[in-house]
């Protein structure tokens, strides 16, 4: 079974590639972490896992209020490790 995506009315932010910048490092196990997502209806303090990540950013994987799965670039200091 395919797990929904969030629609893109509702996806999260995300920084373009000149914002996140290089190298990316792709882990082989994503690492669990707290993150800080803007949509365009607020922020948001979501569960998920970064996925990547360079200097100044992480690609974190989370979950929306309605079970469905969505990626965003954030900036560094908006990610936690859990």
Same mark, same amino acid.
């Given at each position: 079974m395919?797990?929904?995506?969030v629609?893109?009315?509702d996806?999260a932010?995300?920084?373009s590639?000149?914002?996140?910048?290089?190298?990316v490092?792709?882990p082989?196990?994503?690492?669990?972490v707290t +993150?800080?997502?803007?949509? *365009?209806? !607020?922020?948001?303090? #979501?569960?998920?896992?970064? %996925?990547?990540w360079t200097p100044k950013a992480?690609?974190?994987?989370y +979950?929306?209020?309605?079970? *469905?799965e !969505?990626?965003?670039? #954030?900036?560094?200091?908006a %990610?936690?490790?859990?």
């Open positions: 395919a797990i929904e995506q629609p893109l009315r996806q932010y995300s920084l590639p000149a914002q996140y910048g290089s190298p490092h792709q082989d196990e994503p690492l669990p +993150a800080w997502i803007q949509t *365009r209806t !607020g922020h948001y303090q #979501v569960d998920g896992v970064a %996925v990547a992480a690609r974190i994987r +979950a929306d209020d309605h079970g *469905r !969505g990626y965003a670039w #954030v900036w560094a200091n %990610v936690r490790r859990r």
